[in-house]
């Protein structure tokens, strides 16, 4: 599992590590905010294109050899800019990298899910998604001190040496595991399976879950810069919400495996924990920011581990890659529709609105759109029974 845990990391490292530091000391490579934007979509674009395909792969190959050649890509892409160091390879380089996350990434919460037992799978998720929040977390630390030290383009040399050293890790420690065997399935099956409320519920709530993160990330700071707090301080509430959601995630996914959660109940917890976050992040002053930060990170690091592992559990093995590769899909639409949402909001009435309307959205979810009780553990081992 340890490979796989680096692989999260090294996904989220990647993406966080190189947008924070983007618009800062490589000002050679940004010349405005509208080049700074598309840098940023490039690496999110490739990965909500390219992910359900991705995870359709892994499950007609093996998800083994995904993850591998999408690591060893992603060395190939840091790369590139490594090499010529020019602003213009700046943009092949974000592209690939964020083609390759979107094989290397939804292969491996397919490997989570099939190296684990069903019974273990919130533990294994939970452990997967802590490793992936420390990578969010110290990538853009991390991320800065290396531009500090070296400039954009030693980042870039860390990256590919990670996602080399990675690669070669998961080629020796990762076991072969084999594709199953997959009855045809036409578009219309797919359809039916991805309208399905066991993918639906725990798809929207992944969904909105990582809306309210991305959205805390962007915004609290500002609300932060508004109560008088400095540049550390705010720095600090993001750690505060991100180190949240670390350490929930592997607690929610123990809880769930020992059945005193159960997916339903700990998701829907979830969301309103994160929707009073985003209460308290209404509130002016220190106060309602340290509080907003705390209950969104332990919120979304509620939802995290619960939402793959239902997932994983209401899915027939020989799909596990596809149906993770479109959960992913449903991740990064949360990613850019939350921070869109408080945006759009707070331009006509102001950020405290802005968060009032992301927070009614994540309370009417908790309320209504979960879906039938009918899923999880029992359908997931029905599955599993099945395809023995």
Known sequence: MWPLYAAGFTTAFGAHGIAATLGGRSADAVTSLM???????LYDGAEVLLKPLF?????RVGARPVLVGGLAAFAAASTVYAVADSPGWLWAARLGQGAAASAFSPAASALVARLNPAAGHGRAFGSYGFYKSIGYTLGPLLGGVVVWAGGLWLLFVVLAVLGAGVAAWAA?????????LR????????ARR???PRFLAPTAALAAATAALSAGVGFLPVSGRDAGLGTVATGAVVSVLAACAALVQPRAGRALDSRRLTARGGITAGLLVTAM????AMVPGLVGVLCGAALIGAGTGLITPLGFAALAAATPGERIGQTMGAAEVGRELGDAGGPLLVATVATFAGLTYGYLALGVVLAAGAIGALGPRRTGRRTGQRHLTEHR
């Open 35 to 41: 080049v700074l934007g598309g840098l940023l979509a």
């Open 55 to 59: 995870g359709s792969l892994a499950d």
């Open 172 to 180: 020796l420690a990762v076991p072969a595991v084999p594709p199953l």
């Open 183 to 190: 009855p045809r399935q036409t578009v219309l099956d797919l």
């Open 194 to 196: 991805l309208a399905d």
């Open 277 to 280: 976050g985003l209460g308290c």
